[in-house]
């Protein structure tokens, strides 16, 4: 068990690297569009990539994890990813097609007094997501053959590359043009596009990767196993409604707080607002996404091995305990954080706690989803996720016109929530798993204590603030330290047991 949670915490921190680095790279763009457009202006960008986030999951249709499931069980691999890969690029040629006769009755939908969302928008945003799925299929391929480094590469070079061309939109060519110089960086900026150029840069990011991942997808043979495809269908219809469900629970709120707010300029400003500090919460959603990442894979592979329950029980805890620290560290830390988004936008900061804790809960639930993974039984997961889906469909409806996005917060968080408790009391039944429930407990409410304890000392002098509330990040630490260091210590002997075993000649 120890060998297999040091490899997972390795693969992590790799994997990290191709999505904490890029998403922080992408992060620092924040603090730039933030003060260049207004929030109107910033909900265009907020809003299209909540339209692109949703549809990736309809372009992939649950292929990524339907590809894993039988790379694993068949032993024609290559099989397995020209079936995945083929169905995919079909698909996604077809839905793109469709999108795009319907884009200018789109851009006329979505426009409101204070923003207008071009038709080039649009079609930007299909072929940015049409590009996203193609590439997922090559992607899921380097996870499954561990090739962390090389998917953790071609990730980071993507969004270099999509940061470096909007800063040059966004920064030197604006700023050129509002200074009226005659030259080339101003005669390439256009400010109609504006906000657009976010866009733009992503698509030739995306076109940049696609030709680096060029071998993987036309080196394939061109025939489509329909017997195959009809069995990996079969698996990812439920894994569809789950997706489908889960973007509900992650995007809806910010597609349709515009809807159901009365006044819609009021609505496309709370929209950019509640946007731009959602990506506060930016250092507890890497992590999940990096672990993700690496512990799909992982934890398929590990199903056959003995000790399997016993690890997912492990990774579980330890899991919560990081998310437990990010949470305390984003807090303690939110008064120079803020920063990184303009002071037009600091009017939603109290959203930050709220959506910490819900992105810890999805986390969870993402750990508990291992059980109906492995036996096959995905339709919970999506009953699991519709479950979510109403739950922040029946908050945001109520509560949004007269509390605006905080009730879109605090409907996260109680979706998030009630997904992570059914998923739990329905594993139990059908998947058992003994997690240590008390631990977790027992780390959640002192880590909610210490921040609670911060109100106290609210009002006095800020360095002084800061300081003592990283003491109380410190004291959080020391106390896992205390408490989990002769498991640690049990975790790392075993795992030199199991290599020193591995190394002894036959």
């Keep these: ?41 910033y909900g265009i960008n907020s809003l299209l990539f909540c339209y692109i986030s949703f549809l990736n999951v309809v372009f992939t249709y649950g292929m990524e994890t339907t590809f894993f499931n039988f790379n694993i069980r068949l032993d024609d691999k290559k099989r397995v990813y020209e079936t995945a890969l083929i169905s995919v690029i079909s698909s996604s040629v077809i839905f793109s097609l469709l999108l795009f006769i319907f884009a200018p009755l789109i851009s ?44 953790s590469l071609l990730k980071l070079s993507n969004v270099i590359i999509n940061v470096v061309l909007t800063l040059f939109f966004i920064v030197v060519c604006k700023s050129a043009y509002e200074n009226h110089e005659d030259n080339f960086f101003s005669n390439l900026y256009n400010p109609e596009i504006g906000i657009g150029y976010c866009f733009l840069a992503m698509l030739l990011a995306n076109v940049t990767t696609l030709l680096f991942l060029g071998k993987k997808i036309i080196s394939i043979h061109w025939k489509l196993d ?25 995007v809806l709120d910010r597609i349709i707080l515009k809807e159901l707010m009365v006044d819609k300029s009021e609505a496309q400003v709370a929209q950019g607002i509640y946007g731009a500090c959602y990506k506060i919460a930016i250092l507890m959603t890497i992590f999940i996404q990096a672990f993700r990442f690496a512990a799909e894979p992982f934890l398929f592979g590990k199903s056959k091995e003995k000790d399997s329950q016993r690890t997912y029980a492990v990774i579980m805890k330890y899991f ?27 009017s939603g900061l109290k959203v930050v706690p709220l959506l910490l804790l819900a992105n810890l809960c999805l986390g969870v639930v993402y750990n508990l989803s291992i059980w109906y993974k492995l036996s096959g039984q995905t339709k919970f997961g999506a009953m699991i996720a519709i479950v979510g889906a109403l739950i922040t469909i029946i908050i945001n409806v109520i509560f949004v016109p007269t509390y605006s996005y905080m009730a879109c917060a605090w409907a996260t968080l109680a979706a998030y929530g009630g997904m ?10 059908y998947y058992p798993i003994k997690y240590n429930l008390r631990a977790m407990f027992v780390y959640t409410i002192f880590a909610l204590g210490l921040y609670f304890l911060s109100f106290t000392y609210a009002e ?24 989990e260091f002769a498991n640690i210590k049990k975790i790392r002997a075993n795992a030199a047991n199991i290599n020193s075993q591995s190394n002894k000649p036959l």
């Design 320 to 346: 919560v305990i990081f998310c437990l620290f990010l949470f305390l560290g984003t807090l303690m830390n939110l008064d120079w954080i803020k920063y990184l988004v303009g002071e037009l936008y600091w």
């Design 108 to 151: 006329s939908g979505l426009t409101t007094p204070n923003a207008v969302y071009p038709v080039q928008f649009i079609t930007w945003s299909i072929l940015i997501i049409a590009s996203d799925a193609i590439m997922s299929i090559p992607f899921a391929k380097l996870r499954a053959e561990n090739k962390a480094m090389q998917f």
């Design 1 to 41: 068990m120890g060998s297999g949670i040091k490899k997972l915490a390795g693969q992590t921190v790799i994997y990290g690297l191709g999505t904490i680095v890029p998403r922080l790279l992408n992060y620092l763009l924040t603090p730039i569009l933030t003060r260049e457009f207004l929030p109107a202006e």
């Design 420 to 429: 992570m408790i059914i998923s739990y009391l329905l594993g139990q039944k």
């Design 226 to 250: 329909t017997e195959l495809l009809k069995e990996m269908l079969r698996y990812t219809w439920p894994l569809v409604i789950l997706g489908l469900a889960g973007m509900v629970n992650e």
């Design 460 to 483: 006095i002098n800020l360095t002084l603030k800061i300081i003592l509330n990283n003491l109380l990040v410190i004291l959080f630490a020391w106390l896992v330290y205390k408490l």
